[in-house]
């Protein structure tokens, strides 16, 4: 009897370490974020443990009268939220929703246009993911590394030539808007479906602060709801296509990509876009004011941020090049020692074998901003990440300032009720 506990309690005691670490850490990942309270309660709900597969009122199982009247709910309140005509909340994760996408508008064989990896893009944008997959004949845009952004100019030509079905846009390092505006003449004329991916600026646009994808001609738009949207993970499909479209999208979620869709995670979601109605303006018009500073900072204390002749950027994410101290493993290596928490990432220049030892970092400054961070702690980050990389100081001595920096930062905002994060319940005695 009980002769594996051991195993069990050293998995939840690493999973409170785990806890431990990152409320003493400053999280920059640029696709994480921490959840509200209220939402993370419904992941213990008995909707995790139960299935609903296709679409409210027409499922296939029993046991399904709550579950129906909260998937209504959320799908309204998604609506709501990005003023779209159709959505689908049903993706488990941005890249299923992805999936789900390409399955409905594309066959095999057939041309998309998406950005590069080095441009930024996904990896479920990329031969070697989902694109590829479903053989379809990938054409990239060019990349502009003065604007970091799609070449317009370049790219209206590839697009002319090459007439793709689909044209992807949106990328992981997401620094500018889209220029939809600029290609939507193009697209028209080549009559190329719009798909806009907003997995990284999701909460952005939610909060009416970077671009918008509907207005601005894109007919769908996939998501994941955990990075800039703080939500638990997971993915959604908004659309603003006609009927015949859209009936192929939900058929590419179900029974394309998926059979069950993760109940618990879905009413999570819907508590956080009822949220994002409420606070997400404030909190996207902050997680940019956050970005700009942290970038501006760091640039004077002689990083080599790019984007500089637009201000760096737009977003909550910023890159830097960071060759010439020591490269981007490197440098995300040692800051991680100093419980500071982000990633390396390819730069325009690097082709995809360098992935593992790029030129650059990425920064998000979505959590700690949703942690209260302001302009003050943003100066104050700044200088955390100069002593950890430019002047080598002992990590030892920064982890304490860290912790210090963390410690009036501990209650997440932007959300109902008033909680620490990281009171979890213990439901074992
Ligand atoms: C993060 C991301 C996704 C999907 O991510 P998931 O981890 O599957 O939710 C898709 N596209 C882009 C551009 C992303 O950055």
Known sequence: MNSNIKEAMEIRKTAMENNKFFEDSIPLIASENIMSPLAMEMLLTDFGFRYAEGLPHHRYYQGNYYVDIMEEKVTELAKRVFKAPQADPRPVSGTNANQAVTFALLKTGEKIAAPNLSGGGHISAAKFGTLGFRGLDIHNYPFDENTMSIDVDASIKMLKEEKPKVALVGQSVFLFPAPLKELRDTFQEIGSKVWYDGAHVLGLIAGGKFQDPLREGADVITGSTHKTLPGPQHGIVIGNTDDDTWKKVQRGVFPGVLSNHHLNTMAALGITLSETLDYGADYAE????????????????????????????????????????????????????????????????????????????????????????????????????????????????????????????????YCYGDFEAYKYIELYK
């Open 286 to 413: 902050k997680i940019i004011q956050n970005a700009k500073t942290l970038a501006e900072e760091l640039h004077s204390l002689g990083f080599k941020v790019l984007g500089e002749e637009r201000g760096f950027t737009e977003s909550h994410t910023l890159v830097a090049d960071v060759r010439k101290n020591g490269g981007g493993k490197n440098v995300a290596e040692l800051l991680e020692k100093c419980h500071i928490v982000l990633n390396k990432n390819l730069l325009p220049w690097d082709d995809n074998k360098k992935s593992q030892d790029p030129s650059g970092i990425r920064i998000g400054t979505q959590e700690v901003t949703r942690l209260g961070f302001d302009k003050s702690e943003m100066k104050q980050l700044a200088e955390l990440i100069y002593r950890a990389i430019i002047k080598n100081e002992d990590s030892n001595k920064i982890i304490e300032d860290v912790k210090e920096l963390k410690i009036n930062h501990k209650k997440v905002k």
